[in-house]
């Protein structure tokens, strides 16, 4: 009995001078937003990279031929990117969202750098596109202005020119709609997070084509 006794004893000590494991999670530096994980004094602070916006009202002017309307956007966007983090990345990546509008419903056609009409496509990768980019300073970090301004051509043809009218109207009537922009460095990692901005949708009526 004596001998089980010891060994019972030497067990609960051997188990009481187990090391936990070490944390092993390295904060990631940045100069953007920060989030805690855990709670109390030993939370891990993690900061991600992001990309600002600049976006101002959307405008899309409006032609009817018929019973086909043709909708001109022309994009006017600046993105704010950390100079240090654009220079890390291979590229800055911006989408459009028409789902909050009736564009969701129109075939487009983009023209690529190279000149290429492409139907139902534009690049969102801006290494391939045409844009304007300037250096500054904005809070005390390097930032690098990026302006995108490009054209996409709407257009949907309707059983009638009436039917065509009633939207070209409608549209012009609109207060509430809307495109959202979303953009990310890529290569995408866990410290990265995608920017998302909505901008109001207005349309211009213009001239009907003869």
């Known amino acids: 009995m004596k001998k089980y006794f010891c060994l019972l004893i030497t067990i609960v000590t051997l188990a009481a001078c187990k090391k936990e494991p070490a944390d092993t999670v390295t904060p990631v530096k940045s100069?953007?937003?920060?989030?805690?994980?855990?709670?109390?004094?030993?939370?891990?602070a993690v900061k991600y990279t992001s990309i600002g916006f600049m976006v101002p009202d959307q405008k899309l002017s409006m032609q009817l031929d018929g019973s086909n309307?043709?909708?001109v956007y022309n994009e006017d966007v600046i993105l704010?990117?950390?100079t240090e983090s654009l220079k890390k990345a291979y590229a800055v990546h911006l989408k459009e969202d028409f789902s909050a509008s009736d564009m969701i419903n129109f075939d487009y056609h983009s023209l690529?750098?190279?000149g290429v009409n492409a139907f139902n496509w534009v690049d969102d990768n801006l290494n391939n596109i045409n844009k304007t980019m300037k250096?500054?300073?904005?809070?005390?970090?390097?930032?690098t202005k990026i302006e995108v301004n490009r054209t996409f051509t709407f257009n949907h043809v309707y059983a009638n020119a009436g039917a065509a009218l009633a939207e070209y109207n409608k549209l012009a009537a609109s207060k509430s709609q809307s495109v959202v922009f979303s953009a990310y460095y890529a290569p995408a990692t866990t410290n990265v997070v995608t920017s998302i901005t909505t901008a109001r949708l207005i349309y211009?009526?213009?001239?009907?084509?003869?």
């Open 135 to 143: 250096d500054t300073v904005i809070d005390n970090v390097a930032t």
């Open 80 to 82: 704010l990117a950390q």
């Open 112 to 114: 690529t750098r190279e």
């Open 204 to 210: 211009i009526a213009t001239k009907n084509l003869p």
């Open 31 to 44: 100069k953007t937003s920060t989030a805690a994980s855990g709670t109390g004094s030993g939370s891990t």
């Open 69 to 71: 309307l043709i909708v």
